[in-house]
């Protein structure tokens, strides 16, 4: 085995783990498992990190297990949150679960024979009707290893003492040990990782394993992310950025990583991407000597764009780099003209017969009336096709169409609009 430990430590990955991991991983392959509560119908950026931690772990010859809260979803994870969660109907949970499994798909391996990710369902032990978990046996057996003063020294717990915690949050401890307990005993799963707000949980979990089996087990959890300007990592004005395409566009995600800070880029390289370190380590260097061109921003919104959203991800490029000036939209194709639309003013007219370019910023809604558009025609404010126009008696030629019938305007330095023709 690789020193898996090390590279995980370059790249940023590790903010606590257990005292003998490092050897526990050279001893040879292991199984660990992330666990994930399907409170949301997709999975956020948040989620990215602690994926991208079992993919490097599945790449060094472990075996990753993806933990989908059923079962644990139906209370909630009080970790970082200020307030109660809103409890989640079953069949909300089920929906939301089944969601972000076929999100997994992309981001880890699932059908080489050794190192083949599973997935499990803590459903299926805690909430199963056909097998109940019976409340006296599970305080006789997993309660009684917990005391709550260790328990209220937690950090997810002490962070809602003063605000207020319910009996059901505050038993999502035992919940989540009883689950490394169980992966311990049915898949030999012997190491648990996650975010660093996870490390109360994962330690508990590692002491019922002691104290129940006798048995050796370890934990690692990364540092949260925030901005070099402060703000949470995978946030923006608009909300969350979600992994569904329905939720949070290709091109919009691809646009996230674009607008990455200079100051946080290398960081990112690290964590997000899967280049080998020299080829990451040039990119900083480059980035460092030319930050204007941006390279590793769109190196690496390129790349995790293609690993989310797959052949979407080139479209999503090809939008960017025709908004931006860095490619002829003469050159593309339908298929990012459709991203176009759903990103900038589009509007779709009948037939391409008889359009003056004044008629066109009028009805794409670039210019209120004939006289303003005029005015900024004249100005030299208007692009047709990303070349400027200053003709006001402009008409759009059969060759002025570009692919799938588009044709891209703009006024200014940012103000965009698609015309699309029908019929």
Request: aromatic share 8%; with cysteine.
């Amino acid at each position: 085995m690789s020193d898996l430990f090390a590279e995980l430590e370059w790249r940023g990955f590790v903010s606590h783990a257990t005292q003998h991991l490092r050897r526990h991983l050279a001893e040879g392959r292991r199984t660990l498992y992330c666990g994930f509560d399907p409170t949301a119908p997709s999975l956020q950026l948040g989620n990215l990190m602690p994926l991208m931690l079992l993919r490097h772990f599945q790449l060094a010859g472990h075996k990753p297990i993806v933990l989908m809260g059923g079962g644990t979803g139906l209370i909630g994870d009080p970790s970082g949150k200020r307030s109660e969660r809103p409890l989640l109907s079953r069949e909300q949970i089920r929906e939301n679960l089944q969601r972000q499994r076929d999100q997994m798909q992309r981001l880890l391996d699932f059908d080489t024979r050794e190192t083949r990710a599973l997935v499990r369902n803590n459903a299926d032990w805690l909430a199963n009707e056909k097998v109940p978990l019976a409340l006296v046996d599970f305080l006789r057996d997993v309660g009684k290893h917990f005391t709550v003063n260790v328990m209220m020294q937690k950090e997810s717990v002490k962070a809602r003492l003063d605000t207020g915690i319910s009996y059901t949050e505050f038993s999502y401890m035992l919940l989540q040990a009883y689950d490394f307990l169980h992966l311990y005993r049915k898949e030999a799963c012997t190491i648990q990782v996650g975010g660093s707000d996870q490390w109360g949980n994962i330690t508990a979990g590692i002491d019922l394993i002691r104290r129940v089996e006798g048995g050796e087990a370890h934990g690692l959890v990364a540092p949260l992310i925030t901005t070099a300007a402060g703000a949470k990592f995978g946030k923006t004005e608009g909300g969350a950025i979600w992994l569904d395409p329905a939720l949070t566009s290709p091109y919009q995600f691809y646009q996230f990583w674009v607008n990455t800070d200079d100051r946080d880029v290398a960081g990112y390289l690290k964590l997000f991407s899967l280049k080998p370190r020299d080829d990451i380590t040039a990119l900083i260097e480059r980035g460092k000597e030319d930050p204007a061109a941006r390279e590793a921003q769109r190196t690496l919104a390129a790349e995790v764009t293609e690993l989310i959203h797959g052949d979407a991800a080139r479209n999503a490029v090809v939008a960017s780099d025709i908004l931006f000036g860095r490619f002829d939209p003469h050159r593309a194709s339908g298929r990012v003209f459709e991203t176009l639309a759903q990103e900038i003013p589009t509007t779709t007219i009948d037939g391409k017969d008889a359009l003056t370019l004044v008629d066109a910023l009028v009805r794409s809604g670039l210019a209120k009336s004939k006289s303003e558009a005029r005015r900024a025609i004249e100005q030299g404010g208007i692009y047709v096709n990303q070349e400027r126009e200053q003709n006001v008696e402009r008409r759009i030629e059969p060759g002025d169409w570009l692919a799938d019938h588009s044709l891209l305007l703009r006024k200014g330095k940012k103000d965009y609009a698609l015309i699309r023709a029908g019929g």
